[in-house]
């Protein structure tokens, strides 16, 4: 019924840290499902801004589909050329604009304008498409009116969990240092395409990264790996960790290369410019990781409707509900929570709320789990701020 919540609490019997082995995994900016996410959400977001402009309120649509189909090129020491360019293509539903019975130039626009401000190749490597069409007049219904709570546009769920472990924290601080200004200051020849996978078993941490060299801060193969063992040791000395850290990038080179086919050498700093493809969906979660060892939603969070459509709405609230409760209840030292919808129902009144914690004592007591369920329904309650932040875009969402 209306403003029921089921809630389920129960107690884990282990901390996420105290597992042997853990894995965990950071696609940066530049990797190509990260420039999909990334395209797929700046058109969710342009889309609304028309929307606002035009009816006074976000309408229906979902951009959540995205390819990057990858290049050609040849790299060489000092400089190379791309031969054959990248291919984005968007697609998706979108209700239609006044005047307008194409919105390919929104589209277009908004993916142009992304990667114009995220990556420090030349936008026009990419040739980029608009696929996207109008939507099913049956999901239009969920749309919300100035006095109602938006309707669930699909049967799905959203996981969150807090806190991160010593190795999530430990690939997310290695992500920041690798974006950071300093970094590229220090390696210009660092691209814009990073993936970092995570590792621990017991306390011994190993994280493995790919990471594009431009080729044209790169003179020979001997200059390439003395360049590999200086951005080693510039990350190990800055990484904080209680446990060993082994660091190792660009696994695949080959030591006794010769020239650039032995080793990860680019034009642009992109992979997708002739090794990758990327799609929305393949890369990061709400909480900035792929985390095969926890529960894990396989939603793309990027580009769906902030307002309707629980793929996003329910992952953002379910890691901002495990932070809330790790902050706000005592006792607790991780919570995981997965919140689950079912299609054409408030968006505030969700199917279950499955709560699983680990309390300090070991025991889950009646007052923790009040306070609990009283921070559950305050959640639920305050859910469209959730989603007017995600259509002002101040939520990070890969």
């Known amino acids: 019924m209306k403003g029921h919540l089921n809630i389920v609490i129960a107690p884990l019997q282990i901390r996420h840290g105290e597992l042997r082995s853990e894995i965990c995994e950071h696609k940066g900016t530049g990797h190509p499902d990260s420039i999909c996410d990334g395209v797929a959400e700046a058109v969710s977001q342009a889309l609304c801004s028309a929307y606002f402009h035009a009816y006074g309120a976000v309408q229906h649509h979902n951009v959540d589909k995205a390819l990057l189909i990858g290049g050609d090129s040849l790299p060489k020491f000092g400089g190379g050329e791309i031969r054959t360019k990248m291919r984005l293509i968007v697609a998706g539903r979108a209700d239609p604009l006044p005047g307008m019975a194409d919105l390919s130039p929104i589209v277009c626009t908004a993916a142009r304008e992304y990667l114009s401000a995220r990556l420090r190749c030349s936008v026009d490597l990419f040739i980029i498409e608009s696929a996207v069409r109008s939507g099913s007049p049956n999901l239009r219904r969920v749309m919300p009116t100035a006095t109602t ?15 991160y472990s010593q190795l999530e924290r430990t690939v997310l601080n290695v992500a920041l240092l690798l974006e950071s200004e300093l970094f590229r200051a220090t390696f210009p020849m660092a ?37 590999k063992d200086a951005m080693v040791e510039w990350l190990h000395d800055r990484t904080d960790t209680d446990h060993p850290v082994v660091l190792r990038i660009n696994a695949l080179d080959d ?38 060892s926890r529960p894990m939603s396989l939603e793309a969070a990027a580009g769906k409707n902030p307002v309707s459509h629980v793929g996003k709405i329910y992952n953002v609230m379910a890691l901002r509900l495990a932070n809330d409760l790790m902050s706000q ?21 969700p199917q279950l709320v499955d709560i699983k914690i680990v309390p300090k004592d070991m025991m889950l007591n009646e007052t923790s789990a009040q306070q609990i369920r009283e921070i559950v329904r305050k959640q639920f309650s305050q859910v469209r701020e959730v989603t007017q932040r995600l259509v002002l875009g101040n939520i990070r969402l890969f």
């Open 255 to 292: 030591i006794a290369s010769l020239d650039e086919a032995g080793i990860y050498l680019t034009v642009s700093g992109l992979s997708a410019e002739h090794g990758d493809d990327g799609q929305v969906g393949r890369g990061n979660r709400v909480s900035r990781l792929i985390t095969p």
């Open 191 to 227: 691209g814009d395409d990073f993936k970092i996978m995570g590792v621990r078993f017991d306390q011994h941490i190993t994280l493995t990264m790919a990471l594009a060299v431009k080729d044209q801060h790169v003179e020979s193969c001997q200059h390439y790996f003395s360049i």
């Open 149 to 163: 709570v938006p309707l669930a546009n699909d049967t799905s769920f959203g996981v969150g969990f807090a806190p």
């Open 329 to 349: 209840v005592p006792g607790i030292d991780e919570a995981e929570v997965q919140i689950v919808s079912c299609i054409g129902q408030p968006i505030d009144s």
